[in-house]
């Protein structure tokens, strides 16, 4: 108790320096939250992504389509239980800026998407419109979408403005589904393309295969791949994750530098709070003489050392710990639905608590050194 | 038969390095203190009293010759075990008084308590004791700062001697005190020695402190020069 209080007592000697200290810390821990939850947003849609559907795309590039003929010759394959077509549209809602993802699908894709809660007479709804889509809760409430609204898009990789009707607001099953997008008619799709570009007509931009158990995914791989082996179109076949992380690893350089950052702006209060703890010690050099002299050893300067700079680094950790969340959700605010998943994870919770404990361990690592080696004569004669 | 002396120095000699150079501080100093004594060390800046008196204290270690206290030898002692020894033999009374500024002045006597086995209630008790034999009962919940230069060091007294420790060594204890402060505490370390039989050991450059001794001993270039014997037996005056 006599100990905690002296501590505590010396942690706030310096108000102002310990205040300064303290608000470096709580930036720079929430500086690191956020940076690290940044980096699990990048992850979000492949850590959401499952190993029990596989995607199927051209083997050249994700550019190039597959035939719609294709179709029928995967779901004849064993292990295979779905086939749903998805075609990428990339269109533009009012500007460029509100972008989001469309794709125009097979009416059983959402078959494969258990996480992805349709309400049933919204899903009837859409499958008897031509023109209906379906759209995710975050898409719907980022723009205020609602069942009925018609929502004009304009096409860049098919030409021409389209007008899709809103049939359904999709849920996510849990926070970590990401929602931010919309569906409609690969038929729809498909039928205005056979009209305006016939040779663009019947192509498929990728295959999604449900597949009847997750641990055959590598054979049924496999399978599909050697059927379309030498033909015009070579298929590529992955799991969903690993389809996903192949976009992930497209920024890795980024995530590379992000994550760097984050490592640096942790480096950086480190020495801000050893200076801060050096100064101190080298202040109280007289009174850890004195204490010496009074018979206290080398492990009792030791404690008052550590404890003050945990004290420091716990109280400007925690406030660090308190804000991320706020801050987080701030910035998913101003990011505008880039980054539709940003939660901060327990883990990242974690490292925030272990990055505030490991500043103020290594800042008050040398100046209890030299507090223990300090020769009592010396440390007598010394000036604050 | 004479029982041995408190302080038993032999042939002590100390030196510091200075860059390439070593400048002998003391040499060759062999003196005798009897328990119950109140000595004052004088000699000009550079003398050597003050490196003497961390000899003694234990805070320093010389270079030869033998350190008896008590007829332990304090030089043969590792830092851990000079330590303990410092806490239960040693009381120190410094002239910038050196009490922790964050702490109260009950906390700041309680400090050397933290080493003995005593519980809270029996140090809190102690202390306030001490506290209110140096006249401070009334002020024990002041930091220093906000108590006068006397106060702090009548605070440090009571630090010193809440251990109840055989010998107290003071390095010029009323150097930052103004006239009547300095005879206040003066007077305090007389009756330490006089009533509670603690030997003292006070370096001081001031000839009206060195009254306050029993005895006196005079340094000069790290020598031995003198004793005079037979003083303090009058109070001192403000």
């Known amino acids: 108790m006599y100990v905690l209080k002296l501590i505590t007592k010396n942690a706030f000697r310096h108000r102002l320096r310990t205040i300064l200290t303290v608000v470096g810390l709580a930036i720079a821990v929430l500086a690191y939250g956020l940076l690290q939850t940044v980096v699990d947003a990048w992850y979000a849609g492949a850590a959401a992504a499952s190993n029990a559907r596989l995607v199927t795309r051209n083997a050249i590039s994700l550019v190039f389509p597959l035939p719609l003929s294709y179709e029928g010759r995967i779901r004849g394959i064993d292990g295979v239980t779905v086939v749903a077509r998805s075609n990428w549209f990339g269109g533009i809602y009012q500007e460029p800026k509100n972008f989001f993802a469309q794709f125009a699908v097979s009416d059983n894709y959402l078959d494969l998407y258990p996480e992805f809660v349709l309400p049933e007479d919204q899903h009837v709804a859409y499958l008897r419109d031509r023109k209906g889509c379906v759209v995710g809760r975050q898409l719907a409430d980022q723009f205020g979408f609602k069942l009925g609204d018609v929502l004009p898009i304009k096409g860049t990789i098919f030409p021409g403005t389209w007008e899709f009707v809103v049939r359904g607001i999709f849920e996510g099953v849990d926070e970590t589904k990401v929602t931010r997008q919309m569906m409609f008619h690969w038929e729809y799709l498909n039928e205005t393309v056979r009209k305006t570009a016939r040779r663009r007509a019947d192509q498929v931009g990728l295959y999604v295969v449900g597949i009847d158990n997750p641990d055959n995914a590598a054979s049924i791989s496999r399978s599909i791949d050697a059927v379309f082996k030498n033909s015009l179109a070579e298929t590529l076949t992955e799991t969903e994750q690993a389809f996903q992380l192949g976009f992930v690893a497209m920024s890795n350089e980024i995530i590379a530098a992000i994550r760097i950052v984050s490592y640096v702006v942790i480096l950086i209060i480190m020495a801000v709070m050893a200076n801060t703890m050096a100064m101190s010690a080298r202040e109280r050099t007289s009174e850890y003489a004195t204490l010496k002299a009074l018979g206290f050893g080398p492990a009792f300067l030791t404690v008052l050392i550590f404890g003050e700079s945990m004290v420091i680094c716990t109280i400007g950790g925690a406030f660090g710990l308190l804000l991320t969340p706020l801050a987080a959700s701030a910035f998913k605010k101003a990011a505008g639905g880039v980054f539709p998943v940003f939660e901060v994870s327990r883990q990242t919770i974690l490292l925030q608590i272990g990055c505030a404990l490991v500043i103020g361990a290594a800042a008050a690592i040398v100046p209890a050194l030299r507090a223990a080696r300090v020769r009592i004569v010396d440390g007598l004669r010394a000036i604050g | 038969m004479s029982s041995a002396p408190l302080v038993e120095l032999r042939q002590l000699a100390k030196a510091y390095q200075r860059g390439d150079q070593i400048v002998p501080v003391l040499t060759d100093i062999t003196l005798d203190i009897e328990e119950g004594e109140f000595i004052a060390l004088m000699g000009p800046s550079g003398s050597g009293k003050s490196t003497l008196l961390n000899l003694i204290a234990g805070i320093d270690k010389p270079d030869s010759g033998k350190l008896l206290i008590g007829g332990l030898d304090i030089t043969r002692l590792s830092e851990a075990d000079l330590a303990d020894w410092r806490a239960a033999n040693v009381g120190f009374i410094f002239q910038f008084y050196n009490l922790m500024p964050v702490l109260t002045a009950f906390e700041n006597v309680e400090l050397p308590l933290l080493l003995t086995s005593l519980s809270r209630a029996e140090r809190r008790e102690r202390v306030e004791i001490t506290l209110d034999m140096v006249g401070l009962a009334d002020r024990m919940r002041h930091v220093p700062s906000e108590l006068s230069g006397g106060q702090q060091q009548r605070v440090a007294i009571a630090r010193a001697v809440i251990a109840d420790p055989t010998l107290i060594v003071a390095d010029e204890p009323t150097g ?43 340094l000069e270039k790290g020598e031995l020069i003198g004793t005079i014997k037979g003083r303090g037996e009058s109070t001192v005056e403000e």
């Open chain 2, 176 to 218: 930052d005190l103004d006239r009547n402060s300095a005879a206040d505490i003066l007077n305090m370390m007389q009756r330490l020695n006089q009533e509670m039989r603690k030997t003292i050991i006070m370096v001081t450059h001031d000839a009206n402190a060195a009254h306050a001794a029993k005895s006196v001993v005079h």
